[in-house]
């Protein structure tokens, strides 16, 4: 097969280019070739995560445009993984790597078995489904590679049986255990689930009812922040994630067609928030400023209680930090920042601009942003404390978001998947795109 070179030229904007390739730097040297499956994080002896191996499947597609990967070897990568899920075991037992379609959140590296007695998730599973639809809209060649491609992620797909992971309220649950059964708590609130939901209705052969997605719609918080007015959640991450893929902007739901906007714009005003929030400072953290926010599930400092400037503050490790009514311990998380590019660029960019040249927490190290730090808990560095690793899930968006502020590949990519048109259009929404595609069915 002939190379391709790349259609978007690297050089149009040096700094989102920049941070393109030090995030996609992490897929390329921090996956096991064989399977194709992408370590969580950069600590030794780590699971790999289904969620970061799927965005990996999304970014191959963007590393190609932008000259970061060659086509023939974004193609070996995303056949590798999808024929380890293709050919894992799928079954009761407690060391299988998934079950009745789904795929449990952690996998041995190498042998691609469960992990840990995690869970078989929902919601990381649906992470991995959308960067195989991803890669099956990308790669569209008539070459016996592509259509492999293409059948495999239709495949994979179409067998994750959602009705079993129904909830007695109608939501979907957020996973099982072979020791103990169904987890008890199900996706409720809005959060990172939009996508998950949007994936159990667009299924051709289990489906959801549209029902399910109004029974998680009837449990949204409609909040007023910081004179905002918008659909809430505390994590900056959950008004991202799922707009990694779809593109929201100009179609609707009916929640938001009683309220106005839509998503996108919905993800723009928490992004706001965000930073008023910083801005306020109620809690007196050092370094929040409006160059300097993004609170979001991440990394943190602790577990610890410390007395600082006659303050006694509880910090806390891996936790879902969020504002301006979650827990918060001074810990921000740049990725957040940078993932939200595509929602309110004038305030992202500068802020972008000083966690690079003013907080030195970029060019230094080999994938770009750490998860997160801290400039409450004393460091070596400017900006303090600063995690020791990097997270597949926090560099994915980066890579994703960023292109979909430069060009749009990703949307556009999805745009085009049957099963995430049918999944909005039996959630309710429509306009903009949509009815565009509509017409044209």
């Known amino acids: ?172 649950g957020h996973g099982w255990r072979p020791e103990s059964g169904f987890i008890a708590h199900s996706w409720q609130g809005y959060d990172e689930a939009l996508l998950l939901y949007v994936l159990a209705l667009g299924s051709p052969t289990h489906p959801l009812p549209p029902a399910a997605y109004a029974a998680w719609a009837s449990s949204y918080e409609w909040k007023r922040c910081y004179g905002i007015d918008y659909l809430y959640c505390a994590p900056l991450f959950t008004h991202q994630l799922s707009q990694a893929w779809i593109d929201f902007r100009g179609i609707r739901d009916a929640f938001m067609r009683a309220h106005g906007i839509d998503y996108f714009e919905n993800s723009r005003r928490a992004t706001l928030v965000q930073q008023r929030y910083a801005s306020a400072n109620p809690l007196g953290f050092n370094g929040y400023s409006e160059h300097c926010w993004g609170i979001t599930a991440s990394d943190g400092p602790g577990p610890a209680t410390r007395r600082i400037d006659g303050i006694e503050r509880r910090f806390e490790d891996y936790v879902g930090r969020g504002a301006p009514y979650g827990f918060d311990d001074g810990t921000l998380a740049p990725w957040a920042v940078v993932a939200s ?79 995430i048109v049918d999944g909005l259009r039996r959630a309710g929404f429509d306009g903009g795109w949509l009815d565009v595609g509509k017409q044209h069915a």
């Not at 000259?67 to 024929?83: C, E």
């Not at 305030?347 to 409450?376: C, M, R, W």
């Open 1 to 172: 097969m002939p190379s391709h070179p790349p259609s978007h030229p690297s050089t149009a904007d040096p700094l989102l280019q920049h941070l393109q390739d030090k995030a996609f730097a992490y897929f390329l040297h921090e996956a096991n070739p064989a399977n194709g499956l992408v370590s969580d994080k950069t600590a030794p002896d780590w699971p790999a995560s289904i969620a970061a191996t799927g965005l990996a499947l999304s970014c191959y597609p963007v590393a190609v445009e932008r000259g970061m990967l060659g086509r023939d070897a974004a193609i070996q990568r995303t056949l590798a993984t999808l024929r380890f899920f293709r050919d894992s075991v799928q079954g009761e037992q407690s060391d299988a790597s998934g079950y009745r379609g789904f795929y449990y959140h952690f996998l041995d590296m190498r042998s691609g078995r469960r992990a840990w007695q995690c869970e078989l998730s929902t919601v990381d599973s649906a992470f991995l489904f959308a960067g195989m639809l991803a890669a099956a809209a990308y790669f569209d060649g008539d070459d016996a590679a592509q259509r492999e491609i293409r059948d495999t992620a239709n495949f994979l797909y179409q067998r994750a049986q959602w009705p079993w992971l129904q909830a007695a309220d109608g939501t979907i």
């Open 341 to 419: 590019l595509p929602f309110a660029p004038e305030i992202v960019l500068p802020t972008v601009h000083h966690f690079i040249h003013t907080l030195q927490l970029h060019d230094e190290h080999p994938y770009g942003f750490k998860a997160s730090f801290n400039q409450t808990w004393a460091g070596p560095s400017p900006g303090g404390w600063v995690s020791p690793y990097f997270f597949g899930l926090n560099l994915g968006p980066i890579v994703l978001m960023v292109e979909n502020h430069r060009s749009g590949l990703p949307w556009q990519l999805m745009r085009g998947c049957r099963a």
